[in-house]
C-alpha cells in the first residue's frame, strides 16, 4: 500500500471491523460534506476500502459468486462513488466502436456461404 499512496499501510491485524467502520464512516462524511475523497488518479484507500464493501453487498456480487447480501444495486454504488471519486473514465465508453469486418471475416463469411 505504500507503494501505492506513498502512505504507510496501516496495521490493523485483529481490528478488521473497526477499521472497515472508520473507512464507511470517513466516506460517509465525504458525502455528507459533499468533497471527494484525495487522490487524482487513484482515490485514497479508506474510499477504496468502501467501495469493495459495497460492491460484496450488492447484487452482481451476489449473483456472481453466491455470497453477501446482494442488498444494493450496483448502479447504486456507482453513482456513490462517482460522488467520492468524479466520474472514472470509462464512463461514457460505448465500448467497441462498430468496426467493418476484417478480411479474414470477409473470407470466412464467404467460405462458410458457399457451402
Not at 6 to 28: D, S
Not at 34 to 50: A, C, I
Request: glycine letters at 8%; one cysteine or more; proline letters at 6%.
Amino acid at each position: 500500500m505504500a507503494l501505492s499512496t506513498g502512505k504507510p499501510a496501516p496495521t490493523f491485524a485483529g481490528h478488521e471491523q473497526a477499521y472497515l467502520a472508520k473507512c464507511k464512516e470517513h466516506a460517509e462524511q465525504l458525502l455528507r460534506q459533499k468533497n471527494r475523497g484525495e487522490g487524482d488518479t487513484h482515490p485514497e484507500v479508506d474510499v477504496r476500502v468502501f467501495a469493495l464493501s459495497a460492491f460484496a453487498e450488492s447484487d452482481v456480487y451476489a449473483a456472481l459468486t453466491g455470497r453477501g447480501a446482494g442488498s444494493r444495486r450496483l448502479v447504486d454504488i456507482d453513482r456513490i462513488l462517482e460522488r467520492l471519486t468524479g466520474p472514472s473514465e470509462s464512463a461514457r465508453d460505448e465500448g467497441l466502436p462498430r468496426m467493418p469486418p476484417s478480411l479474414v471475416e470477409k473470407a470466412e463469411e464467404e467460405f462458410s456461404s458457399a457451402k
